[in-house]
């Protein structure tokens, strides 16, 4: 089993990854968890391939186990289905002692984390992520939140899991799109801090070639994000790098209403666009756009997506990262190093058309 700490003082945990860990959830799990409860949260895609599993290693080591399932897709992740959760937790004798499984892709991290940290002022929090996407981003760094109408993870929190278990088996069974989905935060990873590890994911050029490597492409994306969460755990500075192809990605996502493009599709156009800014703003390399797009297509991923200028407006004015009229863009130096920069949002909207 391979083991990474992230180091927050009073918070910290750790990340524990391993082929049929899943088995192993309970007896990881009962020397951190104070509680009598563990409430999983799941959703319909990923309750007939695993909650049965979770809920058994659980029983094992000597909880009481209740599941809550969500529907599948980002539309779940609404203030209203939020609602739900909170009264179903409420419904099952959820305590201030229990705990809060998330056991899924993103969206249920991202939920199940924000429903834990706002029930009873806040219960333990466990992650246990079956995608790649909340393998290696979403379940790790304490980010979680909700949409809005005005724009996606508007509304959340910082809180921390007290661990994270993930079980590169569970990938075995995403389909290709939701693998590709999951590659593009992969590549970012790239991007941002690692040009060896850019390098590495074009010579294995597959999702054949990267589930031979999986384990070590999994904790070294995890060690990157744990290395930028323990310096800025509150996104004020280094780890907006983590947002690159976020920014504009976003605006995909909100434009075709989280139905059309999935979140790493998005990001992947996201990514293409900050480098053909970050050129015009004469910071990255011409070259780096072709890169990233040939990277980005051996996994079929998309390199352009269509907005209209609207829906550039209407979203990032209403971005995170904004300080007043000034936005921070992430854009590369080079292919492994990345920069976080102030732009006016007029300025932004114009380069974007």
Not at 241 to 267: D, I, P, Q, R, S
Not at 288 to 298: C, T
């Amino acid at each position: 089993m391979s083991t990474l700490r992230v180091n927050l003082p009073g918070r910290e945990y750790d990340i524990v990854c391993q082929k049929g860990i899943l088995d192993k959830a309970g007896s990881l799990l009962r020397p951190i968890l104070k509680g009598k409860l563990a409430a999983i949260v799941t959703d319909s895609n990923v309750e007939p391939l695993y909650a049965a599993r979770v809920a058994r290693s659980l029983h094992l080591a000597g909880f009481q186990v209740a599941l809550l399932e969500i529907p599948a897709g980002e539309t779940s992740k609404c203030p209203e289905v939020l609602c739900q959760v909170w009264e179903q937790l409420m419904d099952v004798g959820l305590t201030r002692t229990d705990a809060v499984i998330a056991l899924g892709g993103g969206v249920v991290g991202d939920l199940a984390g924000f429903a834990a940290a706002t029930i009873l002022r806040g219960v333990d929090f466990v992650q246990i992520p079956t995608t790649l996407l909340a393998q290696v981003d979403s379940s790790v760094g304490g980010k979680v939140a909700v949409d809005l109408e005005a724009g996606k993870n508007l509304a959340g929190a910082f809180y921390q899991p007290k661990m994270v278990i993930m079980d590169p088996d569970c990938l075995n069974t995403l389909p290709n799109r939701v693998f590709s989905d999951g590659m593009a935060e992969v590549i970012k990873y790239g991007c941002i801090w690692d040009r060896a590890f850019f390098d590495h994911l074009a010579a294995l050029g597959s999702r054949k070639a990267i589930m031979e490597d999986i384990e070590s492409v999994l904790l070294r994306c995890c060690d990157i994000k744990r290395q930028v969460v323990e310096q800025d755990e509150r996104d004020t500075g280094l780890r907006m790098l983590l947002n690159f192809g976020h920014t504009v990605g976003h605006v995909y996502e909100k434009a075709y209403h989280y139905e059309t493009y999935t979140h790493g599709e998005a990001v992947a156009a996201g990514m293409v666009v900050a480098a053909s800014l970050g050129t015009a703003l004469g910071i990255t390399p011409p070259e780096a756009k072709d890169e990233i797009s040939a990277l980005l297509r051996q996994f079929g991923l998309p390199t352009e997506i269509s907005a209209t200028p609207e829906d550039y407006r209407s979203t990032l004015v209403k971005d995170k990262k904004s300080q007043g009229s000034r936005i921070h863009l992430v854009v590369l130096e080079e292919i492994g190093k990345a920069k976080t920069l102030p732009l006016e949002q007029s300025r932004l909207l114009n380069m974007l058309g």
